[in-house]
């Protein structure tokens, strides 16, 4: 199984702040690697596709980098409406795995 | 509109079975791969099984295997679950969730439904 480690689990950062979030696999993944939003008692939704690809209608304050092994997350400038939880997702084989989440709060 | 609406959670003893339901609108559903995902309460995100568009292709969690059964029916754009021998630690909020990429049995998740709790406790 590939593992999907993602760090940090937490993070608190006052508004206009740029945020970063990191995701490891423990096999290379090429680029099949999503990022998802999910606000509190909301489903997921997708915000980056295959690494970098940014979602029609995702505000461009959001940007994913990385291929092989070694993911990045940002937002650029922290908005009030950008507290949730972020999960990456590898899709190279099964088992679909998910990084632990990077619950984001405002300082 | 694309949506996906899950049915048939509930509060189910120990050793019971439950049969999930997603029910698709708005896209071609026989096109495309969908999948099950739950997520206890707390908890992240956790992968369960998915089934390709002409359910040739199916997976499933090890921590599944042999208990849940998926399936669909693309004449009623429906997407199944069959749980069995449900154990407390099965207890999750189980979304559905499509394959953006129409032919596809592994994929990014564009479109999520807002899922249905399962609550497994005597």
């Known amino acids: 199984d590939i593992q999907m480690t993602q760090s940090p689990s937490s993070l608190s950062a006052s508004v206009g702040d740029r945020v970063t979030i990191t995701c490891q696999a423990s096999?290379?993944?090429?680029?099949?690697l999503n990022w998802y939003q999910q606000k509190p008692g909301r489903a997921p939704s997708l915000l980056i596709s295959?690494?970098?690809n940014l979602e029609t209608g995702v505000p461009s304050r959001f940007s994913g980098s990385g291929s092989g092994t070694d993911f990045t997350f940002t937002i650029s400038s922290l908005q009030p409406e950008d507290i949730a939880t972020y999960y990456c997702?590898?899709?190279?084989?099964?088992?679909?795995?998910f990084g632990g989440g990077t619950k984001v709060e405002i300082k | 509109e694309v949506q996906l609406v899950e049915s048939g959670g509930g509060l189910v003893q120990p050793g019971r079975s439950l049969r999930l339901s997603c029910a698709a609108s708005?896209?071609?559903?026989?096109?495309?791969?969908i999948h099950w995902v739950r997520q206890a309460p707390g908890k992240g995100l956790e992968w369960v099984s998915g089934?390709?568009?002409?359910?040739?292709?199916?997976g499933y969690a090890d921590s599944v295997k042999g208990r849940f059964t998926i399936s669909r029916d693309n004449a009623k754009n429906s997407l199944y679950v069959q749980m069995n021998s449900l154990r407390a630690e099965d207890t999750a909020l189980y979304y559905c969730?499509?394959?953006?990429?129409?032919?596809?049995?592994?994929?990014?998740?564009?479109?999520w439904g807002r899922g249905t709790m399962v609550t497994v406790s005597s």
């Open positions: 096999h290379d993944i090429s680029d099949y």
């Open positions: 708005g896209f071609t559903f026989g096109d495309f791969g």
């Open positions: 089934i390709s568009w002409n359910s040739r292709d199916i």
């Open positions: 969730a499509k394959v953006a990429a129409s032919g596809f049995f592994l994929g990014t998740f564009d479109i």
């Open positions: 997702q590898q899709y190279t084989n099964l088992p679909l795995t």
């Open positions: 295959d690494a970098s």
